[in-house]
């Protein structure tokens, strides 16, 4: 008895917020009702569709590519096959995916986030997201240096 009653009250409660909420035309009070404008996370489709705005979460937040340095590209090759090869080969799907013409579908400061901070990027950014899960495998974060994510980055430029 004593819960249906308090039920009831619930509902009649859960309504006139509603009411109050929504239709009154009260602005003032909608305003106190409304909740915050919480930004819709993107899905997949739409951050991949709004790539070159998207810069992913991690340290870096602007790279000048400038013109192609084959020294770095060098570095960033080596790099690449002792701490990457295990789970990317540089133009096939292995377990996560081939780096080839990535800088077509990514910006460099997404690249350089998901390789520095890829746990957070599975779990909080909507591309990171979506790549988890297609591939279904958390990329492993291989502790690298921001430099040496950069050596990498001019490895990937080579990769057409
Ligand atoms: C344990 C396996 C593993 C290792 C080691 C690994 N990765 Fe990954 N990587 C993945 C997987 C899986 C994905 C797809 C995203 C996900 O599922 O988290 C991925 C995604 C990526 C992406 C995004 C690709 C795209 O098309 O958007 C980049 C860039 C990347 N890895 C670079 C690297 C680099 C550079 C290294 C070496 C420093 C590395 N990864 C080491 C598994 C790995």
């Known amino acids: 008895m004593k819960s249906k009653g308090s039920l009831l009250l619930a509902v009649v409660?859960?309504?006139c917020m509603g009411a109050c909420g929504g239709g009154s035309g009260?602005?003032?009070s909608k305003g106190k009702f409304?909740?915050?404008p919480v930004a819709k996370p993107l899905t997949f489709e739409e951050a991949k569709a709004d790539w070159k705005n998207q810069k992913g979460l991690?340290?870096?937040t602007n790279v000048d590519l400038g013109e192609l340095d084959d020294a770095l590209a060098a570095r960033g090759?080596?790099?690449y096959e002792l701490k990457c090869t295990a789970c990317h080969s540089p133009e096939n799907e292995k377990l996560g995916p081939a780096p080839k013409g990535i800088l077509e579908r990514r910006t460099p400061e997404w690249i350089m986030n998901m390789i520095l901070n890829p746990e957070e990027m599975a779990m909080k950014?909507?591309?990171g997201r979506g790549l988890l899960t297609k591939y279904n495998t958390v990329?492993?974060?291989q502790g690298l240096s921001q430099d040496d994510a950069r050596a990498v980055l001019e490895y990937f430029r080579t990769l057409k």
Do not use: S
Request: hydrophobic share 45%; proline share 19%; net charge negative.
């Open 125 to 127: 950014d909507p591309i």
């Open 77 to 79: 090759k080596e790099i």
């Open 58 to 60: 991690g340290p870096v």
């Open 13 to 15: 409660v859960a309504l």
């Open 139 to 141: 990329m492993a974060n």
């Open 34 to 36: 409304a909740p915050p």
């Open 26 to 28: 009260d602005k003032e």
